[in-house]
């Protein structure tokens, strides 16, 4: 099981950079501390993972086949690629980091790529943000005036919504499971070492393990340097990117929580007009996005090289 390390590395990647953006938003306004957060995460993660994350899996077989080394690399650089981006403190993608470190990896060994796919998971890249943000501004149009006619005193509303902002996290939380598994194991499921079912745990637990351990560096990012939110659009933010990571994991399209989770919330800030919305930062993350899927493919394709030049001198 050595060959899945790297996979395992992954998954705690992403846990820890994707934690973020599903109670990131709820620990920023005060429902939930941050350890009850990430156990509550952790917990729905790997629901999400073991039950519903086997969809995804199929697209990235359907993207390129590769063995088990070509699926060793695949997971090692886009491991490599989000711990470093983590460490940043960027909310990057890790279906960028997959898809470019499956592509590199199939272009340095000469393998087919099927483009329809690809031009389907790069249009997913571009609908999720984009769909967060403008379910996230219309949610915020009909709520709010609904709330500002409610009779329903301040604190009760505040009570509500904190309640809310738990619930959908821990939806939100099986939906990264469901839609991000497959970024950890599926390329073991096409290499023939894992079944959908194995896959999805071994996934799940890995995720998991990244959010208890290493997620509160990007967490500091969602909600607090983005945009500042109140509860209410906090709720409505994580509603949306809930929302758009249930809907392309019915398709079976993994796609970025962060990417969604970024959307969402400056939808929300857009409510309050341009100025709201830290550009500088939102610039940060849009270099993140373009840099993740370009390094994992040139980690991918420079590590086959490495591999076919060492198994040559062997």
């Known amino acids: 099981m050595w060959a899945i390390a790297p996979a ?3 998954g705690w990647a992403l846990g820890a950079n ?16 941050f350890r009850a957060a990430v156990l509550l995460t952790a917990l729905f993660v790997l629901a999400g993972a073991g039950l519903s994350g086997q969809a995804g899996m199929g697209t990235y077989r359907a993207l390129a086949e590769h063995g088990l080394a070509g699926a060793f690399l695949v ?19 890790t279906s ?11 272009l340095a060994a000469g393998k087919p790529v099927d483009l329809r796919i690809l031009g389907r998971i790069v249009l997913s890249w571009v ?41 959908i996290g821990v939806w939100g939380a099986y939906a990264l499971g469901a839609n991000n598994v497959a970024n950890v194991t599926g390329v073991f499921v096409g290499a023939g070492l894992l079944s959908p079912a194995a896959a999805g745990l ?9 959010a ?4 509160r560096p990007v967490m500091e990012t969602i909600g607090q340097k983005l945009v500042q939110v109140g509860t209410w659009p ?14 392309f994991a019915l398709l079976g399209v993994p796609v970025s929580s962060s990417q969604a989770v970024v959307g969402a919330v400056v939808g929300i800030g857009l409510v309050k007009g341009v100025s709201a919305v830290n550009l500088r930062q939102i610039l940060r993350i849009l270099l993140g996005w373009i840099l993740t899927p370009a390094l994992s493919g040139l980690v991918g394709a420079l590590g086959w090289v490495l591999f076919r030049v060492l198994l040559r001198g062997g």
């Open 8 to 10: 395992l590395l992954m």
């Open 18 to 33: 994707d934690a973020a953006n599903v109670c990131g938003l709820a620990v920023t306004v005060g429902a939930l501390r």
């Open 75 to 93: 997971a090692l650089s886009a491991a490599l690629t989000i711990t470093l981006m983590t460490g940043r403190g960027l909310p990057v993608s």
């Open 96 to 106: 960028q980091a997959a898809v470019g470190a499956i592509l590199g990896v199939a």
């Open 127 to 167: 609908s999720s943000p984009l769909g967060a943000m403008v379910l996230a501004f219309l949610l915020h149009g009909l709520v709010t005036p609904f709330l500002s006619r409610s009779r329903l005193g301040l604190e009760t509303l505040d009570r509500l919504a904190r309640w809310g902002l738990i619930l």
């Open 202 to 210: 071994i996934g799940g637990a890995s995720i998991a393990l990244g």
């Open 212 to 215: 208890l351990t290493y997620s």
């Open 234 to 247: 906090a709720l409505l933010a994580l509603a949306a990117q809930a929302a758009v990571l249930q809907g």
